[in-house]
């Protein structure tokens, strides 16, 4: 897997798991969206992939998911890196990179990032 070096993070990770869909093109896949940062996460693609495409380095793709209040939260976001070895078994991992977080994404940061440190 093509991965960041710690040193290049400017944020801290923090562990979640969000049900989402990222949109490319007229496609759309499921997934999930894990260790989330102020400026991107690691994406989860559970559907089949039907165009390899789809993702690449540098690719915009817009990504739609509900916080836990329930409203609902969509952001244009960059493709950074993607895992090589995907299967059945091991789905393909996308880092994302947030071109312009949202105000309710940053609350949604926010209120992660005191729960993780309590």
């Not at 989860?44 to 409203?71: C, M, N, R, W």
């Amino acid at each position: 897997m093509i991965s960041y070096d710690m040193e290049k993070r400017h944020s801290r990770r923090i562990p979640v798991r969000l049900e989402a869909f990222i949109l490319t093109g007229e496609k759309t896949y499921m997934g999930y969206i894990e260790n989330v940062s102020e400026s991107g996460f690691e994406y989860l693609v559970h559907s089949s992939i039907k165009a390899p495409e789809d993702f690449h380095y540098e690719k915009t793709v817009e990504i739609y998911f509900q916080i836990p209040s329930g409203e609902a939260v969509n952001m244009f976001c960059t493709v950074k890196w993607l895992s090589k070895n995907s299967s059945a078994d091991n789905p393909l991992t996308i880092g994302i990179k947030i071109a312009e977080p949202s105000t309710k994404f940053k609350c949604l940061i926010e209120a992660l990032d005191i729960v993780s440190i309590n």
